[in-house]
């Protein structure tokens, strides 16, 4: 039991006999951090570089570098630093990394930094921690009069994809992604590029757009801007990156047609004129008269309605009576006929000759409407 504080005494001593280290951060907590074990060393010596926040699995290039400051990056580039004695260094699974860095003089007078910058990965980063070389000259550093020069370092690429929307006439959208790198003596802090669309032979159209941060002089940075076309836009198109002037870079788009836009006006073109001819004829059958109906054509009603004002009448045979005298009301007697086409009148199966009359007279039979009927007539005699 008497271990177990006599361990603690010891730890706690052990923790405060570690000497405190000098580290110093080159950039926001939320980004890439450089930090050195010691903030001077002489030439010969060593310190012990640190970062975290770095992309995993990154091969980084570390360098003491002169006439820089963390805040301004390193002036005049690489031609600025010690390049012969720098070391790399690949970063682990958390962004992180640590590595033994040979203490040289470089190439200008301080102050100095160690600078640490990418080699490999996708987007390319920086960052700087102060650091002084010991008996080496010490310079102030010019005063930012100095102007910035962008140049493009990669080739330009459009991220991005169309979705539905697109298909049916939305504007087509891309992500301008580029690597610039500053030549001039100035750092370039908010640049405003011009984002240009052309389409075939016509001159681009041209489309302000600021990009936020700054850009140190002899530093890079991945430039991303949003690029938009019009509407229903299709065909060839070729986007232009300009930058003070001049054109830094172009890339060509090819975009594709709005199917969809076409596909709903072949459908308009059939759907409507057939809407309308229905409603067309539902007026036209609404106003029109309907005693014409027998006149006009078209369509089974009016087919039902012209046989309905054709129907045929139905003659009937009225026969006279015997001994009724000409003129006392007694109806003419009416030969019967048909109306149907197919017949001649002589040969019409409904008209009555003449020795049927007379059979039917003789016999006193009345034909009307074509059913016999019997007649019982008085005659004077005997019975």
């Given at each position: 039991?008497?271990?177990?504080?006599?361990?603690?005494?010891?730890?706690?001593?052990?923790?405060?006999?570690?000497?405190?280290?000098?580290?110093?951060?080159?950039?926001?907590?939320?980004?890439?951090?450089?930090?050195?074990?010691?903030?001077?060393?002489?030439?010969?010596?060593?310190?012990?570089?640190?970062?975290?926040?770095?992309?995993?699995?990154?091969?980084?290039?570390?360098?003491?570098?002169?006439?820089?400051?963390?805040?301004?990056?390193?002036?005049?580039?690489?031609?600025?630093?010690?390049?012969?004695?720098?070391?790399?260094?690949?970063?682990?699974?958390?962004?992180?990394?640590?590595?033994?860095?040979?203490?040289?003089?470089?190439?200008?007078?301080?102050?100095?930094?160690?600078?640490?910058?990418?080699?490999?990965?996708?987007?390319?980063?920086?960052?700087?921690?102060?650091?002084?070389?010991?008996?080496?000259?010490?310079?102030?550093?010019?005063?930012?009069?100095?102007?910035?020069?962008?140049?493009?370092?990669?080739?330009?690429?459009?991220?991005?994809?169309?979705?539905?929307?697109?298909?049916?006439?939305?504007?087509?959208?891309?992500?301008?992604?580029?690597?610039?790198?500053?030549?001039?003596?100035?750092?370039?802090?908010?640049?405003?590029?011009?984002?240009?669309?052309?389409?075939?032979?016509?001159?681009?159209?041209?489309?302000?757009?600021?990009?936020?941060?700054?850009?140190?002089?002899?530093?890079?940075?991945?430039?991303?801007?949003?690029?938009?076309?019009?509407?229903?836009?299709?065909?060839?198109?070729?986007?232009?990156?300009?930058?003070?002037?001049?054109?830094?870079?172009?890339?060509?788009?090819?975009?594709?047609?709005?199917?969809?836009?076409?596909?709903?006006?072949?459908?308009?073109?059939?759907?409507?004129?057939?809407?309308?001819?229905?409603v067309g004829m539902a007026v036209v059958d609404r106003v029109r008269p309907?005693?014409?109906?027998?006149?006009?054509?078209?369509?089974?009603?009016?087919?039902?309605?012209?046989?309905?004002?054709?129907?045929?009448?139905?003659?009937?045979?009225?026969?006279?009576?015997?001994?009724?005298?000409?003129?006392?009301?007694?109806?003419?007697?009416?030969?019967?006929?048909?109306?149907?086409?197919?017949?001649?009148?002589?040969?019409?199966?409904?008209?009555?000759?003449?020795?049927?009359a007379d059979v039917g007279i003789g016999e006193g039979i009345d034909t009307?409407?074509?059913?016999?009927?019997?007649?019982?007539?008085?005659?004077?005699?005997?019975?």
């Amino acid at each position: 039991m008497r271990r177990i504080p006599a361990l603690v005494a010891a730890l706690a001593i052990a923790l405060l006999s570690v000497p405190a280290t000098t580290a110093t951060t080159a950039s926001a907590a939320d980004g890439p951090t450089v930090k050195v074990s010691e903030a001077q060393a002489g030439t010969g010596g060593s310190v012990v570089v640190t970062g975290t926040g770095w992309q995993p699995k990154t091969l980084l290039m570390m360098l003491i570098c002169g006439r820089s400051e963390p805040g301004r990056g390193v002036i005049g580039g690489t031609n600025s630093c010690a390049n012969a004695d720098g070391r790399a260094v690949t970063t682990d699974a958390n962004g992180g990394f640590s590595k033994v860095l040979p203490v040289v003089e470089p190439p200008v007078p301080c102050p100095c930094v160690v600078h640490v910058v990418t080699v490999t990965g996708s987007s390319p980063a920086s960052g700087d921690a102060a650091f002084q070389v010991a008996g080496h000259p010490v310079e102030p550093l010019p005063a930012e009069v100095g102007t910035g020069r962008l140049s493009v370092l990669t080739d330009p690429r459009l991220d991005g994809s169309s979705g539905l929307l697109t298909w049916f006439g939305a504007p087509p959208s891309r992500t301008l992604a580029v690597t610039v790198g500053n030549l001039g003596t100035g750092a370039v802090k908010d640049p405003v590029f011009h984002i240009g669309t052309s389409h075939g032979v016509f001159a681009p159209q041209w489309d302000e757009q600021q990009w936020r941060g700054t850009i140190p002089p002899g530093g890079k940075a991945r430039v991303e801007l949003p690029v938009t076309l019009a509407s229903g836009a299709h065909g060839d198109y070729t986007v232009s990156l300009k930058y003070g002037g001049k054109v830094l870079a172009e890339q060509p788009w090819g975009v594709g047609r709005p199917w969809g836009v076409t596909l709903f006006w072949v459908l308009a073109g059939v759907v409507v004129p057939a809407a309308l001819f229905r409603v067309g004829m539902a007026v036209v059958d609404r106003v029109r008269p309907r005693g014409a109906a027998g006149a006009g054509g078209g369509g089974g009603r009016a087919s039902a309605r012209r046989g309905t004002a054709l129907r045929r009448p139905e003659l009937t045979l009225r026969m006279p009576r015997l001994g009724a005298r000409k003129g006392q009301g007694q109806p003419e007697p009416v030969t019967a006929s048909s109306t149907l086409p197919w017949f001649t009148p002589e040969a019409d199966p409904g008209a009555v000759t003449g020795a049927g009359a007379d059979v039917g007279i003789g016999e006193g039979i009345d034909t009307g409407a074509g059913t016999a009927t019997t007649n019982t007539t008085k005659t004077k005699g005997n019975t």
